[in-house]
Structure formats: structure tokens, C-alpha cells
């Protein structure tokens, strides 16, 4: 099983409302990462967990709030968002290095997540 | 930081042509380099990669070749199709020697047409 999975795939909410993303996978990946895509733009990083430690933060505002309550679980709770904030929000996982040797590997994406701040 | 040019942002081309994506990177530590097609609306989908101990990859109509010295790296595709449409980002990464985990620095992707 090589997918991510991400729910839902739509999300409408208003400025004052508290919603939370999932996303999903079961190929063993001990590396999962949130991104945040905006039209016609590269996925911008936001968080990255490993081994279900948040190892990057990249200055992301606190309305936006990760956790990663198993190795298979990674959610992204929402709270006072802004229109601005209205993009695509990817999941993808990968596996992690080990020891000395510095080889990378590859990160699988989920579908995304389309959401709408109203 | 890592930072990754790509070049063209836009690309027409006939069909049965062949089209080439450029993309340097800044960081000599970045060492996995991954290309990316993105259909409208749907998730990026690895395409092709190369590691930095490889010149060159090929896989079917798709090629990537890498210059460490001058640090870029470049997708070819040969006899284009209608269904290659779509937005190709390159990406450069690096382990973080700590957690284990990968940062992905992308380019700012080529819109990539084929015409019929």
C-alpha cells in the first residue's frame, strides 16, 4: 500500500469556527509532513513530524496546531483562520534515516485537502 | 536556506517534440533530487529522481541528468504527449542529520503544454 490518505477532500469554514485535517498511511513512513499550496505555487513546508516528535516548525502561525498521535496519524487542527489562509493542504509521509548514511528518501503525497476560510 | 530556480515557467510544445526543464539549487549539501507532475486539482506525483552519487536517470520517455559542480539538474521528456500536460516542479532535499526527516525545497514550477 503506497497511499496517503487525507480527510475531508473539501472544507468550508467561517473565521470563528474549530475544524481539524487527517491524514493517513500505512507503508510504514516514521517521517509525515503537513504542506500548505497556494494557486499556481509550489507546496510550501509546515511542519514536520518524526517519529511523532514535531522536528520543523517552519514559523507557522499558532492558529494552525499539529499532532501526530501515532505513526500513522497525522491531523492539522484549525482555529480563527483567515481568508488568506484558504489554499490546498497536502499530507505526505516518507521514511527516515538512519545512522551515518545521509540517503533521502522519497515523499508520498496525499491528495490535499481543499480549504476555504469564509 | 536551500533555494531552487526552475526555468521556464511556461513551456508550449508540440506533440511528438521533446521538452527540457531547468533547475539549479544553492545548497551543496542537498543530495535526492525529485520531480513532481501535478494535474489540476490533484496531489504531485514523483516522476522520476536522482541521487547525487548519479549522473543520469532515465525512465521511458523521462530523463533526468545532474550537474553537481554546477549544481542543476534537468527533466527531459521525449515524444510528448497530450497527457503530459500539466505543472512539473523540481525539488531539491537533504536529511536533517537530527530527526531523520527530509525538507523538500521545490521550484516554482513550469506549466508544461503540449499541443495535439
Redesign the interface.
Known amino acids: 500500500d503506497t497511499e496517503v490518505t487525507q480527510t475531508p477532500k473539501h472544507l468550508v469554514m467561517g473565521m470563528t469556527n474549530k475544524k481539524s485535517l487527517k491524514c493517513e498511511q500505512h507503508m510504514g513512513h516514521?517521517?509525515m509532513?503537513w504542506y500548505k499550496q497556494k494557486a499556481?505555487?509550489?507546496?510550501e513546508?509546515m511542519f514536520?513530524?518524526?517519529?511523532e516528535?514535531l522536528?520543523?516548525n517552519e514559523s507557522v502561525p499558532s492558529r494552525f496546531s499539529p499532532e501526530c498521535p501515532n505513526s500513522s496519524l497525522l491531523n492539522l487542527h484549525l482555529h480563527a483562520l483567515q481568508p488568506e489562509d484558504s489554499a490546498l493542504y497536502?499530507c505526505a509521509s516518507?521514511q527516515?534515516?538512519?545512522g551515518i548514511v545521509?540517503?533521502?528518501?522519497?515523499?508520498?503525497?496525499?491528495?490535499?485537502t481543499r480549504l476555504t476560510v469564509t | 536556506g536551500e533555494n531552487v530556480e526552475q526555468h521556464p515557467s511556461t513551456l508550449s510544445v508540440q506533440e511528438g517534440d521533446s521538452a527540457v526543464i531547468k533547475c539549479t539549487y544553492s545548497d551543496s549539501a542537498s543530495n535526492y533530487f525529485p520531480w513532481y507532475k501535478q494535474e489540476l486539482g490533484k496531489r504531485p506525483q514523483l516522476i522520476i529522481d536522482i541521487r547525487s552519487n548519479v549522473g543520469e536517470k532515465k525512465d521511458q520517455r523521462i530523463a533526468v541528468t545532474l550537474n553537481k559542480t554546477a549544481k542543476h539538474f534537468s527533466l527531459h521528456i521525449t515524444e510528448t504527449q497530450p497527457e503530459d500536460s500539466a505543472v512539473y516542479f523540481c525539488a531539491a532535499s537533504k536529511r536533517d542529520s537530527g530527526a531523520g526527516s527530509y525538507q523538500l525545497t521545490f521550484g516554482k514550477g513550469t506549466k508544461l503544454s503540449v499541443i495535439p
Not at chain 1, 40 to 43: F, I, L, R, S
Request: glycine share 10%; aromatic share 20%.
Open positions: 516514521r517521517a509532513y499556481k505555487k509550489p507546496p513546508l514536520v513530524y518524526s517519529y516528535k522536528s520543523i497536502l516518507s527516515v534515516g538512519r545521509l540517503r533521502s528518501y522519497e515523499q508520498y503525497f496525499g491528495p490535499g
